[in-house]
């Protein structure tokens, strides 16, 4: 499954890693994902808010992964 959320996102956060410990929480926090992105929010504004929650938590991981990804939709 950590393949597939490379595939998807483009790297694994350590959070993704840390609950592949369990299949169950893996498998839970991967349908909160995609779940959350069904909403009526643009990718962009999805992405943007990921930036701002990673910032305001000090997750330099968050913020290194999803600024990219950012400037590709803003395209």
Do not use: H, W, Y
Not at 2 to 31: C, D, H, W, Y
Not at 53 to 74: K, Q
């Amino acid at each position: 499954m950590l393949e597939a959320i490379q595939k998807q996102i483009g790297s694994v956060l350590n959070i993704f890693r840390l609950v592949s410990n369990t299949p169950t929480a893996l498998n839970g926090l991967t349908a909160l994902q995609d779940a959350l992105g069904k909403g009526e929010l643009t990718p962009a504004t999805r992405e943007r808010i990921a930036l701002t929650m990673a910032d305001s938590n000090g997750c330099n991981e968050g913020t290194e992964i999803v600024f990219p990804r950012i400037d590709r939709l803003a395209a």
